[in-house]
């Protein structure tokens, strides 16, 4: 079972580099590694996916070491609206593991 | 265009009742997951269609929960005999055929089970 761990919560104050990292030490060959963003009382919403090095966006950036046991999401320069609930997911053709959420507060 | 909607958006009940809740995926996509979230957790996998084929159960958490999707779109997910620790957001999300593609989801429906 590709079980994924993240951090409860993590602080940061705006115009910082933020970095989320998960865990995903079972993960498999097939499986890819997407983060969501999360605000309260909504759906989460795609950030970004991978499934090894490097991957970039207009919003983030995606860290995926070698062994692919763990993912780092990277947020640069965060603003206050970015104060939400990240998640990665671990998914394969037919099994979904989300894990349990990092929530990111950012401050003045 | 139109996403993810499900309705209702908010449904209260007593313990023993049965309920119902709605998800219609964005046209388009084959494939439909639907997720559990007790307050203040994470998302927790409950069940996914892709196509025609029969679905993945394999995360319904006791036989009291069941799902169909009808004509490969609309989905209902059926709660029978509903208790307290049913209560949570279910979420809904489609995607297109590849599962491994960015899933869109709705704005879920909260359950209280009284």
């Known amino acids: 079972l590709a079980k994924t761990t993240q951090p409860i919560s993590m602080d940061s104050y705006e115009g910082q580099e933020v970095n989320i990292t998960c865990s995903h030490n079972?993960?498999?060959?097939?499986?890819?590694i997407t983060w969501y963003q999360q605000f309260p009382s909504q759906g989460p919403r795609f950030i970004i996916q991978?499934?090894?090095t490097k991957v970039t966006n207009e919003v983030a950036s995606l860290f995926i070491p070698a062994d692919r046991k763990s993912s780092t999401l990277s947020l640069p320069r965060v603003s206050l609206s970015d104060t939400a609930v990240y998640y990665c997911?671990?998914?394969?053709?037919?099994?979904?593991?989300f894990g349990s959420g990092t929530k990111l507060n950012v401050k003045p | 265009g139109a996403g993810v909607s499900q309705s209702p958006s908010n449904k209260v009940t007593e313990k023993g009742k049965d309920v119902e809740l709605r998800c219609d995926p964005i046209?388009?996509?084959?494939?439909l997951y639907w997720y559990r979230q007790s307050l203040g957790q994470g998302l927790e996998f409950l069940i996914y269609?892709?196509?025609?084929?029969?679905?993945?159960k394999s995360g319904l958490p006791s036989d009291r929960f069941s799902a169909e999707r009808t004509g490969g779109s609309v989905s209902t997910l059926t709660i029978q005999r509903t208790q307290q620790e049913d209560s949570a957001v279910y979420l809904c999300?489609?995607?297109?055929?590849?599962?491994?593609?960015?899933?869109?989801f709705g704005p879920g429906t909260r359950l209280l089970v009284l």
């Open positions: 999300a489609s995607s297109s055929a590849d599962p491994r593609e960015t899933q869109y």
């Open positions: 079972n993960i498999a060959t097939n499986d890819y």
């Open positions: 991978g499934y090894k």
């Open positions: 997911l671990v998914s394969n053709f037919n099994k979904f593991y």
């Open positions: 046209s388009g996509h084959t494939a």
């Open positions: 269609f892709q196509g025609n084929s029969a679905p993945d």
